[in-house]
């Protein structure tokens, strides 16, 4: 048992944790708030990108004290039927970039790492010593919880990061590039420009394992720059990645089955994520937002409140589970995308923030078709082995 009771304890500094803790901190400093984090650093996991349209209310204020690499002349995807330019500001964040924004924002003490949560339960965060660190206010973020009551697949990725010898020529983000040869995979890359001669590029796949093929998205990534003629690279980095794709599921069981009374579950945890993408910066935002003006309610109605918002954002977001589980059973590559890229870009745009009016669920909901076939619906295959992630 630690000497000091806390008001706030956080388990998992990830996106979800970090941001929740900077939330805590611009909002009410005066709560004793422990950012508690497994491995040596906070801030953990891949570069996360995002569109200004997709934050909440004051997401970019709390967004400004991360250093990050903005473009404002939008995004481009690239399928072989269509290539498009979509209008916005994108923003590109590095791990690191949060690791540093938390060390600097946060009060001295905060952040607690080479800390890894053994059990939380209401009132506390027991570690693997057999510490018992108390807190009014108990919060996981540790991640998603693979479970059988979700179905889907994996979204794998493998990212480099290069500088070039010249120049790349891109005037924006490139998000999805399935322009060249796929095969009727459900495989794509991407291109993240962090300045005029250096990139992220990544290989996404979509599989109904956990377990990648790292080889063959190395390789895709090597034909994909000499296609592009970026030979010469200079490798900087890597970093690999998976998360779940949600085509069907009983959300309440999942939920039910990962709950422990008067614990708050967030971010990925409580299943606060696009089911297309996987993505989760909006979401995330808005609960670190909504957890920060709330922060006086007991853990129990606290966790109340989040599983709440959690089964009205599973509501929401019907219709991005219905277009994963057309990539997953059409046989068509990807596409359910490219039919939805060629969409007008105001109901793009409200896909993104789950916020689809009546007339846009009728309008994806008509009859997809590719190659003059029907795209067929699949649920794919319970989520149920986390191995490998």
Known sequence: MTGQRHDIAIAGAGLAGSLI???????????????????????????????????????????????KTSWDSGYEVRFAGLQRRLTGSCHILAPHDLGAALRRELAPGTIRCHARV????????VLDSGERIAARTVIDCRGFAAGERLSGAWHHT????????????????????????????????????????ELLV???ALLPSPRPDRRLASRRIDAYCAARGWPGAELLGHETGCRPVIAAGNFAAWQDALAVPGVVLAGSRAGL???LTGQSVGTTVAMALRIAAEAELPGEQLAALVAGEARRHWAATATERRLAGLLLGSGAGLAALERLYNQDEALIRRLDCAALTRADRLRLACPARAGGKRLRLATGAPLGDSAAR
């Open 21 to 67: 803790a900077l939330a805590l901190r611009r909002a009410r400093p005066d709560l004793s708030v422990l950012l508690l984090e497994a491995e040596d650093e906070p801030g953990r996991g891949k570069t996360w990108h995002w569109l200004d349209h997709q934050l909440p209310e004051g997401g970019g204020q709390l967004l400004s004290v991360l250093r």
């Open 202 to 204: 990544t290989d996404h």
């Open 158 to 197: 493998l990212t480099r990061h290069l500088r070039l010898p010249a120049p790349h020529g891109l005037a924006c983000p490139v998000t999805i590039d399935a322009s060249l040869e796929q095969g009727g995979s459900l495989r794509f890359l991407a291109v993240l420009p962090l300045g005029v001669d």
């Open 118 to 125: 053994a059990a939380l339960e209401a009132g506390a965060a």
């Open 273 to 275: 994520f696009s089911p």
